[in-house]
């Protein structure tokens, strides 16, 4: 809203590498918000693209006044790019989408339906979900575990057309956490949290910013970053591991008193097969322990979550000069 008016919606994207989803992205989401007659920004965060991301995003603002685009010093992550999306949202409704069109801008006014009805969480979950089949059965176990583990209880973590007040992510962008899955997160915050069902599409240019490793580290923040449940499974799996172990020498023992010296040599590949599953488990174990500790270290050093090299005028805060507000963002959240 170039400033002038304080927008009611701020609709924040995250966008790594989508310049061929630019336009397409505008010329339906404009209409729609112009349609839901309320003052509103556009925040586009261009996640160190290494394509026209960028120069597309600023080519559009003459036409959309309402275009705010921030840019990161290199690839951050989706959910940091969400984070300083919040940061720099001045409405009291934000609605995160993603760039490739998967989530229809059409869906947007239910959204906002959702928020007049008073709810300050508007989750949604996909229906119909046009991805390959590989990646729905994995957000499939992925839902049902993290629902388990967290105890939040939302039908689907991953779609990110949501919508959030502006007290719940002013909650979130505190949240000093290295890496935080915002979804989950924010429902901790709801007090009168809603679902409702949208519709998805396949994406419509470039490929997904997933790939089989960053879903695997993505379920791993989301999982440690919900729970210790994790760590007393470690406990409780150890225990049993040991009282098995421990029954298995004795077991072995008698065995060994009772039929004598040849029988023991030919245990020998039972043996191995446990001594594999074992450390196998060790394995397993010490990863996860890696992980806690891993953002232990993250958070005592203190790194900035994203750093932002430059935010275009279009919304940069009325009351506070450019550099000051990049400088800001630039803190650990
Ligand atoms: N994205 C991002 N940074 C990343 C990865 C993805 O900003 O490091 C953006 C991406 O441009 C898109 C959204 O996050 O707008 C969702 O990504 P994608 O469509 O690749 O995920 P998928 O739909 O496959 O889950
Ligand atoms: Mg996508």
Redesign the pocket.
């Known amino acids: 809203m170039n400033g002038q008016v304080s927008p009611t919606l701020s609709v924040v ?6 310049a061929p989803n630019v336009s397409p992205l505008f010329e339906r989401l404009f209409p729609v918000l112009y349609g839901l007659s309320l003052p509103f920004e556009v925040i586009c ?1 261009d ?1 160190g693209s290494t394509d026209q991301t960028f120069s597309r995003l600023t080519q559009q603002q003459e036409r959309y006044p309402e275009l705010c685009v921030i840019s990161f010093a290199r ?4 959910h940091a ?1 969400v984070m300083a999306g919040f940061n720099q949202a001045r409405g009291e409704w934000i609605i995160t989408l ?3 069109l ?1 989530n229809p801008p059409e869906e947007i006014p239910k959204l906002v339906a959702a928020f007049r009805e008073g709810h300050d969480l508007v989750g949604t979950y996909r229906e119909n979900r046009k ?1 390959p089949y590989f ?1 729905k059965l994995a957000s499939d176990m992925v839902n049902r575990m993290t629902r388990k583990i967290s105890g939040v209880s939302l039908k689907d973590f ?1 779609c ?1 057309l949501r919508g959030y007040t502006r007290e719940i992510t002013q909650q979130l962008v505190k949240e000093r956490e290295y890496r935080i899955f915002i979804p989950a997160l924010a429902a901790l915050y709801a007090k009168n949290p809603v679902e409702i069902p949208v519709s998805h599409a396949p ?1 419509v240019e470039g ?4 790939s089989f490793a960053k879903l695997i580290s993505l379920q791993l923040d989301l999982m440690t970053s919900l729970s210790l449940a994790p760590l007393r499974l470690l406990f409780l799996m150890g225990s049993a591991i040991a009282i098995l172990g421990i029954s298995f020498g004795c077991l072995l023992i008698i065995l060994r008193i009772i039929l004598g010296p040849n029988w023991a040599a030919q245990g020998i590949f039972t043996l191995f097969a446990i001594l594999f599953i074992l450390i196998g488990g060790q394995f397993i174990a010490f990863g996860l322990l890696g992980e806690y500790i891993g953002r232990i270290f993250q958070e005592v050093r203190g790194h900035p979550v994203y750093v932002i090299k430059q935010i275009l005028p279009a919304c940069s805060s009325d009351d506070k000069p450019p550099e000051q507000a990049g400088a800001e963002r630039s803190n650990p959240l």
């Open positions: 994207i995250p966008m790594k590498n989508e965060v996640d690839n951050f992550g989706q790019a993603d760039a490739d998967q991805d990646r991953g990110m994406r490929d997904s910013k997933y």
